[in-house]
């Protein structure tokens, strides 16, 4: 998979990618990262990438000629005339729709993924309809560049190209993982899902690791006992709770058994006193 990310800031990028697995699926070659400095789509001495607004008002713009160039020097047509199921331009905007686990995955089943970063008031919304596929937003605040916005976005689709992680499944493990219709048709004879999913669209459960004991803190007990099914059940509730408590809305959506809509109940009772 390749990646061609437009910014007026190359060198931002110089250190997000260089660690962990992002390094090693870029050094393994599953995943190739350009950066493509605007200012050398420019024709004046002063390499100027932005103009006043049309209309007044605050700041400046991103002008639509080196972004233009910088599109065709990347072979990239406007969107009319491209084969869109190959590649894909992104522009980064607090305006964009957000970016969620399921738009990261949409991303990683595509070849090649460009990335245009606003910076000042933003890009001409010439440029936007004429090349951009998509318009993503990372979250409802605003941000002084798409920079940040881009290493955000292309580590979480980075991770989900296939080979990346060690373990292929491990995604899917994860909060946000697969909203997951199997797991309701796989429940142990509590109705528990059987599944350790951290995941089917809810949030992951808390993880431990040694010392058992830390500072007065104890590990759960259930997880020292080696009962895999008790084990499973309780982090299983964990999700639920974590969910209910931070992400209520999450649950809508999720793919629940009778058991989790019993624990729920139980759950939301237990909020209420
Ligand atoms: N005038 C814009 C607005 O009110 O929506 C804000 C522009 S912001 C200062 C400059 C650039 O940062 C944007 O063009 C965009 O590329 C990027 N940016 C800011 N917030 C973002 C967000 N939440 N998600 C993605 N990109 C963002």
């Not at 997000?16 to 090693?24: A, N, Q, V």
């Not at 400046?60 to 990347?74: D, F, N, R, W």
């Not at 309809?129 to 979480?156: M, P, Q």
């Not at 909060?175 to 899902?193: H, L, R």
Request: aromatic residues 8%; charged residues 25%; contains cysteine.
């Amino acid at each position: 998979m390749r990646f061609d990310i437009i910014t007026i800031f190359p060198d931002f990028f110089a250190g997000p990618f260089d660690y962990g697995i992002l390094k090693r699926a870029r050094t393994t070659g599953l995943v190739q990262i350009e950066t493509h400095d605007l200012r050398s789509f420019t024709h004046d001495r002063h390499r100027t990438v932005d103009d006043r607004p049309f209309g007044g008002g605050e700041g400046m713009v991103l002008k639509a000629q080196p972004i233009y160039e910088a599109m065709q020097s990347l072979n990239i047509s406007p969107k009319i005339s491209r084969d869109r199921s190959k590649e894909t331009v992104i522009l980064l905007s607090a305006q964009g729709q957000p970016f969620t686990q399921s738009v990261a995955h949409e991303l990683s089943a595509t070849e090649r993924v460009v990335i245009l970063c606003g910076r000042y008031e933003g890009v001409d919304e010439r440029v936007n309809e004429l090349f951009c596929d998509r318009e993503i937003s990372i979250g409802d605040y605003v941000l002084s560049g798409g920079e940040l916005a881009a290493a955000v976005v292309l580590d979480a689709v980075m991770r989900l190209v296939p080979g990346v992680l060690g373990n292929e499944a491990s995604s899917e493990f994860e909060s946000f993982g697969a909203g997951d219709a199997a797991i309701t048709s796989s429940v142990d004879v509590e109705g528990v899902p059987r599944s350790q999913h951290g995941a089917g669209g809810l949030l992951d459960y808390p993880h431990y690791t040694r010392p058992a004991e830390f500072r007065g803190a104890a590990v759960p007990d259930v997880l020292m006992g080696g009962d895999h099914a008790a084990v499973r059940k309780w982090r299983r509730e964990q999700q639920l709770r974590k969910t209910l408590r931070n992400r209520p809305d999450l649950l809508e959506g999720a793919a629940l058994s009778d058991w989790d809509r019993k624990v729920l109940e139980r759950l939301r009772a237990e909020m209420l006193s």
